[in-house]
């Protein structure tokens, strides 16, 4: 029977729902996913990734790529619009706020571009033994460490478009095993790290809430925002919604316009980036309510919710979208390249997170989770080791991306490099390990490297 209107897009987003809430229930229930403290999002994404695999749920890959790529921008947007909370001592964040920032990005500086030249060497020696992989391959690593799903996704689709085939499926294979590296490894190091007495403040026995990710009927529950319109005007997650809306549309246009401009291969690429284009309109727009006086209408808590909701549908989509015969074909280039990344990964933040002046176990764990998944990630591990987050961690993690901006972006336009300005993959690499080099002796020039623990 036909339908009178178009369905399959909200047949795909029933689906993920469905899919998220198998993952809640899972996590509720299951004592595996609670001990390795495996996300909502991550259950329901592998458990979509089999339906669709398997051909029981018949969806266009497409689709649910679309849904993810679109998220992901969503989310970027959200962040930018979202208005900076005040530190509880006034806004002032003292020394210590400003040396955990800056040690956590030097240290993400010097992994993902350490990532990178693993990825892009390794691409080079399957090259010399017969297998003849894309220049860009072993590059994925990083964006799928480092930068999660949705870059993976979105810089792999870019790939795509310049002869890059399955680009966007093997960037987020290794944003899954980014994932998985990041549970089953970084879970058992914060545990060890506990039992030694490295934690500032040791935590107590991680709640009931906390592992089966449900908070209990009689558990008091956070606040999850304030409104900022009258109800009945509008209500205020509307309008936060409607804000986000208005940045897709001035970005989308902002970017179509700017292709005008550039080759046809270039222009292709700019949609790689809209999540950048779309941070940077948002700011813009932020900044501008600022001037008026009308930021007060964005309020923190509702737009965190809105960055909350896209990301976890986002990983949802992202995971789903895997193609299984793709990752067979390159299985051993995946596997090898995603063991070696990971090695090297979390040898350097061990390496760096022993020799901490303070904090040491709390800044380990979430820049470990940060390296090999999201800023999420990052938190989720420091909150096995700071529950309540007594600690100026979880700070620092926000602000470090002030600091990582730089490096991290900088580092993303350059993967380009051999696409864009023929650059040889080898150079490249040479380029990237410099650039680490660089972030380790800044660390050390900012006497931020002590006595190892």
């Given amino acids: 029977m036909d339908t009178p209107y178009p369905f399959e897009p909200l047949l795909v987003f029933g689906f993920l729902s469905i899919m998220l809430l198998v993952g809640v229930q899972a996590r509720a229930k299951i004592r595996f996913f609670q001990k390795y403290l495996f996300p909502s999002c991550i259950i329901g994404g592998i458990l979509g990734l089999i339906l669709v695999n398997v051909r029981l749920v018949r969806f266009p890959v497409s689709q649910v790529e679309s849904f993810a790529y679109h998220l992901f921008n969503i989310s970027f947007i959200s962040v930018g619009l979202t208005p900076g909370e005040r530190m509880k001592n006034g806004g002032s964040a003292g020394m210590e706020y400003v040396k955990g920032p800056v040690w956590m990005a030097l240290v993400q500086g010097s992994t993902f571009p350490l990532q990178i030249a693993a990825g892009g060497i390794l691409t080079l020696v399957f090259g010399f033994f017969g297998i003849r992989l894309f220049k860009t391959f072993g590059f994925l690593v990083a964006l799928g460490f480092t930068e999660g799903p949705g870059q993976a996704l979105s810089i792999g689709k870019m790939w795509e478009g310049l002869g890059f085939q399955y680009g966007s499926t093997i960037g987020l294979t290794f944003a899954a095993l980014g994932y998985f590296l990041c549970f089953f490894t970084g879970i058992p190091l914060v545990n060890w790290g506990i039992r030694k007495g490295y934690a500032t403040r040791t935590p107590k026995k991680l709640s009931k809430d906390f592992l089966t990710g449900i908070i209990s009927e009689e558990q008091r529950k956070e606040s999850a925002g304030e409104l900022t319109t009258h109800t ?68 923190p808590g509702i737009q965190k919710r809105i960055t909350g909701w896209s990301i976890d549908f986002m990983i949802v989509a992202t995971v789903t979208a895997i193609q299984i015969h793709v990752v067979y074909k390159f299985l051993l280039p995946i596997l090898l390249i995603a063991a070696t990344a990971g090695i090297l990964t979390f040898l350097v933040v061990l390496f760096f997170g022993k020799r901490l002046w303070s904090f040491k176990l709390e800044r380990l764990a979430a820049i470990y989770g940060t390296v090999t998944g999201t800023c999420s990630t990052g938190l989720l591990l420091l909150r096995v080791v700071d529950p309540e987050f007594k600690t100026p961690v979880a700070i620092e993690l926000a602000l470090m991306n002030v600091f990582s901006i730089p490096i991290i972006g900088g580092c993303t336009v350059l993967m380009n490099a051999p696409l864009w300005w023929n650059w040889s993959v080898g150079f490249t690499v040479l380029i990237y390990a410099g650039i680490s080099v660089v972030c380790v002796g800044l660390i050390r020039f900012f006497k931020l490297w002590g006595r190892p623990i």
């Fill in 232 to 299: 009945g005007n509008i209500e205020s997650a509307a309008f936060h919604a409607a804000l986000v809306g208005l940045v897709y549309v001035i970005t989308y246009f902002f970017v179509r316009g700017l292709g005008r401009f550039l080759p046809e291969g270039s222009a292709k690429a700019l949609w790689g980036f809209f999540f950048f284009f779309g941070l940077g309109v948002a700011l813009i727009v932020r900044c501008i309510m600022k001037k008026t006086g009308l930021v007060h209408l964005i309020n």
